[in-house]
């Protein structure tokens, strides 16, 4: 697909040969009881107001939650306040990427009862970033203490990934039958560098999907563990079953950069 932006010539990177992911099963085994008792949180919610989400799936009837708080009337609106912890407000923009987060409660009536969509309703950050703009770095920054004892090995092997430093390291969990829409974290153009992040999916079967710039072509990412470049449409399509995976960012190895872009552009030069 040589629309995509990919990275290096390719539509997107398979790090098995240069990740030992001998103990995925291991950690599949640890996360899969550590989310029973793990505290978690939707996210999501918010993909369109954003401005994220791909024009062709703009109008496929999934609604957005900031749009749906524009139109609530005054009563409704107090209801959703009352179920927060935020101080009062006249401001309808909540979530993601604003100074008002939502909370758990405020989420599941949005959805219940004016049934917004929240693609992620597993969520875990293990390494928290304050914004999206600091991703890569990991200054002030330390795991979650909470997710470190529940998930040891998990944090373990995001610990040893080939970085300098972490900025953030989240866990996104699907539910059956329910969908990421295609959407991009940076918009070309105007990022001025491709994202370093690794995903791994350690056996939950999720599959992240890559789209043209029309979506009229797709490319699955079809390995267990991989860097994508986030200015690509991706999403995820529905399933019968409950997936995950782990998106870790931050900045590179130089070494393993380097070891990286030259195996690509070699293997470019064989074709």
């Not at 954003?50 to 939650?65: C, F, I, K, S, T």
């Not at 309808?92 to 990427?97: A, L, N, P, Q, V």
């Not at 079953?241 to 070891?259: E, K, N, P, Q």
Request: charged content about 25%; glycine content about 8%.
């Amino acid at each position: 697909m040589a629309r995509l932006h990919g990275i290096f010539g390719r539509p997107f990177v398979d790090l098995s040969p240069y990740v030992d992911t001998d103990v995925f099963p291991e950690i599949h085994e640890e996360i899969t009881r550590g989310l029973v008792d793990a505290p978690a949180t939707y996210t999501g919610g918010t993909l369109k107001w954003m401005g994220v989400v791909a024009p062709w799936q703009l109008d496929d009837g999934y609604l957005d939650a900031n749009d749906v708080l524009a139109g609530l009337n005054a009563k409704e609106f107090e209801a959703f306040l009352a179920l927060g912890d935020q101080p009062a407000t006249d401001e309808r923009t909540f979530g993601d990427e604003t100074e008002r987060p939502f909370t758990h409660r405020q989420m599941r009536w949005l959805e219940l009862r004016h049934q917004v969509y929240f693609p992620w309703k597993t969520c875990h950050h293990f390494l928290e970033n304050d914004t999206w703009d600091d991703k890569h770095s990991g200054k002030g920054k330390s795991f979650d203490p909470v997710l470190e004892e529940l998930f040891p090995k998990t944090v373990r092997f995001i610990k040893d990934l080939p970085f300098l430093e972490i900025g953030r390291a989240v866990l996104f969990g699907i539910a059956p039958n329910d969908h990421a829409p295609f959407h991009r974290d940076a918009e070309p153009g105007v990022a001025l560098s491709i994202a370093q992040s690794i995903n791994f999916v350690p056996g939950s079967g999720k599959q992240l999907v890559l789209a043209s710039p029309d979506g009229a072509e797709e490319c699955p990412i079809d390995a267990p563990i991989y860097w994508f470049n986030d200015m690509d449409w991706h999403g995820v399509p529905a399933a019968p079953t409950f997936r995950y995976s782990i998106r870790v960012d931050g900045a590179f190895d130089h070494d393993f950069l380097r070891r990286v872009e030259s195996a690509c552009r070699e293997g470019r030069k064989r074709r």
